[in-house]
């Protein structure tokens, strides 16, 4: 191994100072990739992404070694990711090299190569330590995850089985598709075969049953991709998005069966992918099937993601990484100081027997409510309804982006039918989306009668009313100089709310 002050002498070489910028470069079997995030707290922002497909890997399961012609485009692309990252004065770069080069006869060679004309530290992880950082990175993007990570390389398949925040145990099957090979008609059989082989030695693999298969990587993304386009799906995220394990085995199959004419008909499925397609497919239908997963959910969060989160203090790892990532948004983006905390206490009479789950979405709506303030006022609530859809955020399903999506949007319209909305209103059932409709006029009238400035809330108080029968409506309690808050818009916006909730609203002066 090098000398270990060279990562040192690296960083004092990077240029400007922006030690805020934090990178992964991760060597993969088939894919070498650049991750540069801002920051390294609970959900760091990648700022870079890059990938390029040098298959290290290719031939290995033959030769034993790194493929020459693989090395040097990784040495090629190498030299223009650690060129980036310099310029960008990344202040540090984690260098995680997988499979191939842990496996490979001349692995240490190139690490060496790489070390010393690149002045980098590279770490060659175990097929452990892969699964348990891969693991990580499911866990901080679904902190309730119970199920089986798996996630597929070009050399290996990573297997953990995750529970209550914490990896439990690891298993590395040598399932990577630059391993198997091309699937083709003559040799299906024969690749069950291995793929099973290799399965079955997973001892713990039946305590997937009726459980959650997370699956990581890029050929399993392009799945789903792909998967997204053949359905017509409304909503092209990939991070969160669910298959129940009968229709999966049914589009795996179909795909395991299309020959390269079909397969590059899919704008999905990248030319560089088609051939080892069908593969990446059969592995994924065989891990469905055997461990009985309840579905398959797809994460865009893996190794490097779980680099950075493995390094943060337990407090920091245990915040929630939905409201962190919108509380990050709303302090670069709200009129004045965000107080996400007044606002939800104020609307929340309104919606007392709200189940947690949603009350967490509400909070995250309080959050963004003003975020879209500098948008052209003809367009604010079209622009905001598009950008929650899409925001880089972890933490919640398609249908919560939906409920948040159409609360933002109502918050700036007074209403959800508008054209955009229509595709993914399947999404999301109408009880939600009524209870988003309700809570988005709920942030009009509070943003509304305060004008933005939130604090303005604490003195015009909101409670239930009540009598002998029970409860009967809602009441604002202003006095003295708050009197002053209400007007006509304010009038308005309570009729409209009101209306919604199907109880009277009246102002106390």
């Not at 890029?218 to 092209?236: I, Q």
């Amino acid at each position: 191994m090098s000398d270990p002050t060279l990562q040192d002498d690296w960083i004092t070489n990077t240029g400007t100072d922006h030690s805020g910028l934090v990178g992964v470069l991760d060597i993969g079997s088939n894919s070498i990739r650049l991750v540069v995030f801002e920051g390294d707290g609970r959900m760091p922002i990648p700022l870079f992404n890059e990938k390029a497909l040098c298959g290290l890997g290719t031939g290995l399961q033959e030769t034993g070694h790194l493929s020459e012609q693989g090395v040097r485009s990784a040495m090629e692309n190498l030299e223009r990711y650690f060129t980036i990252a310099k310029g960008m004065g990344v202040s540090e770069v984690s260098v995680l090299a997988t499979a191939a080069v842990r496996d490979a006869r001349n692995g240490g060679e190139f690490v060496s190569t790489v070390e010393n004309r690149f002045g980098i530290r590279v770490t060659v992880l175990s097929g452990d330590e892969e699964a348990r950082l891969s693991a990580l990175g499911v866990i901080s993007a679904f902190p309730e995850a119970d199920g089986v990570v798996g996630d597929l390389g070009g050399g290996s398949l990573e297997l953990v089985d995750v529970q209550n925040s914490k990896a439990r145990r690891f298993e590395t099957a040598p399932l990577g598709p630059l391993r198997l090979g091309e699937l083709t008609r003559q040799n299906r059989d024969e690749l069950v075969g291995r793929i099973d082989s290799a399965l079955n030695s997973v001892l713990w693999l039946d305590s997937m049953a009726d459980r959650d298969l997370f699956a990581v990587g890029g050929a399993w993304r392009s799945l789903a991709r792909a998967h997204m386009e053949l359905t017509d799906y409304p909503l092209a995220v990939i991070h969160h998005y669910a298959i129940g394990a009968e229709e999966a085995v049914r589009y795996l199959d179909e795909i395991v069966r299309m020959g390269r004419k079909d397969l590059r008909a899919l704008d999905a499925v990248s030319k560089r992918r088609v051939e080892k397609f069908p593969v990446t497919a059969l592995v994924l239908k065989r891990l469905i099937e055997l461990g009985r997963a309840r579905q398959v959910v797809f994460s865009s969060f893996g190794l490097r993601e779980g680099c950075l989160y493995d390094r943060l203090p337990q407090g920091a790892q245990s915040r929630d990484p939905l409201l962190d990532s919108c509380m990050d948004i709303a302090r670069k983006t709200s009129r004045f100081s965000p107080h996400p905390e007044v606002l939800e206490r104020w609307i929340a009479p309104f919606f007392e027997d709200v189940p947690a789950a949603e009350r967490r979405l509400i909070r995250a709506a309080c959050i963004l409510s003003d975020f879209a303030w500098g948008e052209h006022p003809s367009y604010r609530g079209e622009h905001a309804f598009i950008r929650v859809l899409r925001l880089p955020v972890v933490g919640i399903n398609h249908a919560d982006r939906v409920f948040l999506a159409y609360s933002i949007l109502t918050r700036y319209t007074g209403g959800v039918e508008e054209e955009g909305t229509l595709r993914v209103r399947k999404l999301l059932s109408l009880r939600r989306r009524d209870l988003a409709y309700r809570v988005g006029l709920a942030l009009r009238l509070a943003l509304t009668l305060s004008g933005g400035a939130t604090e303005l809330l604490e003195s015009a108080r909101l409670d239930r009313e009540r009598d002998m029968v029970g409860e009967r409506g809602f009441v604002i309690s202003m006095h003295g100089h708050q009197g002053g808050l209400a007007g006509d818009v304010v009038t308005r916006r309570i009729a409209s709310l009101s209306e919604a909730l199907g109880q009277e609203i009246r102002i106390d002066h």
